[in-house]
């Protein structure tokens, strides 16, 4: 009776998956992980990155040992490395771990109408990163060099506390105009209630913009009649009283060095002007020491597969554990 049982069993799930294909049926297939090329690996020591790799190994085996992918395949892979500059001074070095959501695909163009394949590309991926915020124009555990052409990094809202753990927010980054679009969804995990960057005050912000400005009349003299009005406003602005110059720089992206005036947080089309806070870091710990993790979850919206498996990832995926990982 046993055997029976069991021979029933093994028939319905082999003629499960070799009637004819439908994405509907291998949404429900089991899903497979794959490592994917091994990233970039530059200015890296010897002894950082065979740390910085067992980091890593544990972050994919804290979420291979809490996830199984569905209707997928799960290709996951990693990068080390900083780039190098005169006046560039890193405290810990950025390196990430990345997960990329590759569906099962019906194979139309087969005569065998039960094949399918695993798609070459996808728009919904997993990125756990450390000592980096990719989403500020690149904030990393070192200093902003003298020659930075900016001299501030742009963040397009607060970070919220939620759950013990700061969330910077969900942007589309795809499909606007359609109904089901494509979102990041940012988190920043960090020593307790800290952040590894500060407000830049708006005295700070229009001192950096009239230097800009001097050196673009020193460049092109010319152009001083036209960038006086430009002046005046920034000089204007210096003259109130100090309580409101301390206060957040909250600007327009088209006003850089054309500064008109500041604006409310919110107002679309603005940013928040910050800084690397290098008082955040512990400094007497190696480069390979997560200081803080950053996880970016991808997702084109509307698909099964996307949704599902981005859900059970986000159970995976222990904020507690990458929290006590760091300064080790």
């Known amino acids: 009776?046993?055997?029976?049982?069991?021979?029933?069993?093994?028939?319905?799930?082999?003629?499960?998956?070799?009637?004819?294909?439908?994405?509907?049926?291998?949404?429900?297939?089991?899903g497979t992980w794959k490592a994917g090329l091994q990233g970039s690996i530059q200015h890296v020591s010897t002894a950082d990155l065979a740390k910085e790799k067992l980091v890593l190994t544990a972050i994919h085996k804290m979420v291979n040992t809490h996830y199984s992918p569905k209707g997928c395949q799960i290709t996951y892979g990693t990068v080390f490395?900083?780039?190098?500059?005169?006046?560039?001074?890193?405290?810990?070095?950025?390196?990430?771990?990345?997960?990329?959501?590759?569906?099962?695909?019906?194979d139309g163009n087969s005569k065998d109408k039960s094949k399918y394949y695993v798609d070459i590309s996808t728009p919904t991926t997993v990125n756990i990163t450390a000592n980096a915020i990719f989403s500020l124009s690149s904030l990393y555990a070192a200093n902003l060099p003298p020659d930075d052409f900016r001299g501030y990094l742009?963040?397009?809202?607060?970070?919220q506390k939620k759950d013990g753990y700061y969330y910077l927010g969900e942007e589309v980054v795809g499909n606007s105009h359609l109904e089901n679009k494509m979102k990041e969804y940012r988190w920043l995990i960090t020593y307790n209630d800290t952040l590894p960057f500060s407000y830049l005050s708006r005295k700070e912000y229009l001192l950096i913009q009239r230097k800009r400005l001097e050196q673009a009349v020193k460049e092109s003299p010319g152009e001083k009649a036209y960038l006086d009005k430009y002046?005046?406003?920034?000089?204007d602005y210096l003259a109130k009283p100090e309580t409101e110059l301390n206060q957040p720089a909250i600007c327009m992206w088209n006003d850089e060095e054309r500064f008109e005036k500041f604006v409310d947080e919110g107002i679309r089309g603005s940013f928040i002007a910050v800084q690397p806070n290098l008082a955040y870091y512990r400094k007497d710990l190696p480069k390979s020491s997560p200081q803080f993790f950053t996880v970016i979850y991808k997702i084109a919206h509307g698909d099964p597969v996307f949704e599902e498996n981005i859900a059970a990832i986000q159970k995976a995926v222990d904020f507690a554990a990458l929290k006590n990982m760091l300064g080790k």
């Not at 069993?9 to 089991?30: E, G, I, M």
């Not at 002046?231 to 000089?235: L, R, V, Y």
């Open 1 to 30: 009776m046993k055997y029976l049982i069991l021979s029933a069993v093994l028939s319905f799930s082999l003629n499960a998956f070799t009637q004819d294909c439908t994405q509907a049926l291998l949404a429900q297939k089991p």
């Open 81 to 106: 490395g900083k780039h190098l500059s005169p006046g560039l001074v890193w405290i810990a070095d950025p390196y990430y771990y990345s997960m990329y959501i590759l569906r099962y695909i019906c």
């Open 154 to 159: 742009k963040l397009k809202q607060r970070p």
């Open 231 to 235: 002046f005046k406003n920034i000089n």
